[in-house]
């Protein structure tokens, strides 16, 4: 009997489902045992969220101070065959019910090395989260062998305002009309998410070795170049903002609120101003950085290729 281990934290259950699909085939196999672990923040993320709560997080999912969770359901001792590790991006970073449990005491324990996949379910900028996740990983000593990525179907722009609505109102749309596209991942995307399952199946059964080969050639993740650097230049910011809100006082407290304000405001202009002048300069440039630009897509693709 080969065992999977299945960790996850989702709120609309978006995430939960795409997870469902994506090892589909695991569940429904006789010979495999698939536990689901679903963290539990001990003091309950809102959903949906209000506009000053959700900011408020940002300072501590950029720095990768954990919240606290309830304890695991499982016994730490147990060896899998196969972890993965279904996470949601809050702030170009892991959500942090999943950093809480990356950082936590049964984390070394339960994925020490272990073949562990990667699946991110978000808006679309998941690549400086992923870099943290493969820091994270590497510290408990886990060995990542795969990552999928799945975004919204409504691209770059059109997401722009439908996640963070969709977050805050918890209604996916489309609004005014369709003004504000639907948010989340399609869900055509969502029933193609079993082919990763069914190779992963093949592997285990085949008793071979899992390693980074495992979700080669499945357009598991497509790395969308533009957006590498403003990722890296708002992750900056963001830890900047963060480090001067973390010093000012814990999550919820009300000197936080007025700075909040003020960082709310860089961010919209950040995103509308530097986003689209990173996508635009790197249009430019392509012809002279395509080198470049493929290693690049190489290293955030890995380790299963980006389409
Ligand atoms: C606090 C917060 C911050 C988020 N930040 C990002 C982000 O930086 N990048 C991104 O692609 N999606 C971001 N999202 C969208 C989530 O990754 C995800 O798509 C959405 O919350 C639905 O996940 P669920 O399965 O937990 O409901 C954010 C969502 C929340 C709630």
């Not at 073949?115 to 943290?132: N, S, Y």
């Amino acid at each position: 009997m080969k065992k999977v281990l299945l960790i996850e934290f989702s709120q609309s259950g978006q995430l939960s489902e795409v997870l469902r699909s994506f090892s589909r085939a695991l569940l429904d196999a006789p010979d495999v045992r698939v536990h689901i672990e679903t963290l539990r923040p001990r003091q309950p993320y809102p959903f949906p969220w209000p506009i000053l709560r959700f900011f408020d997080t940002f300072p501590e999912a950029v720095h990768l101070d954990p919240p606290q969770l309830e304890p695991l359901s499982l016994d730490a001792r147990e060896r899998f065959d196969l972890v993965i590790v279904g996470y949601t991006v809050w702030f170009l970073s892991p959500s942090l019910p999943i950093t809480a449990f990356l950082k936590g005491p049964q984390a070394a324990e339960l994925l020490r090395d272990t073949p562990v996949v990667t699946v991110v379910a978000c808006r679309d900028m998941w690549l400086m989260a992923q870099e943290r996740m493969k820091e994270l990983l590497a510290a408990v000593g886990a060995r990542l062998v795969g990552h999928a990525a799945f975004t919204d179907e409504a691209g770059t722009a059109g997401s722009f305002l439908a996640t963070p609505v969709w977050v805050m109102s918890g209604k996916k749309g489309p609004h005014l009309g369709g003004l504000i596209p639907r948010a989340g991942v399609h869900p055509e995307k969502i029933r193609g998410a079993v082919r990763f399952g069914a190779r992963i199946l093949e592997r285990l059964r085949a008793g071979a070795a899992l390693d980074e080969s495992l979700l080669r050639g499945l357009g598991a993740v497509h790395v969308n170049e533009r957006l590498i650097s403003s990722e890296t230049f708002i992750r900056r910011g963001l830890r900047l903002w963060g480090s001067l809100l973390r010093a000012l006082g814990p999550q919820g407290a009300w000197v936080r609120k007025p700075v909040l304000l003020v960082y709310i405001l860089w961010l919209v202009v950040m995103i509308l101003t530097v986003v689209p002048l990173g996508v635009l300069v790197k249009a430019l440039l392509t012809p002279l950085t395509r080198k470049r630009v493929a290693a690049q897509k190489a290293y955030f693709g890995a380790p299963s290729g980006s389409a």
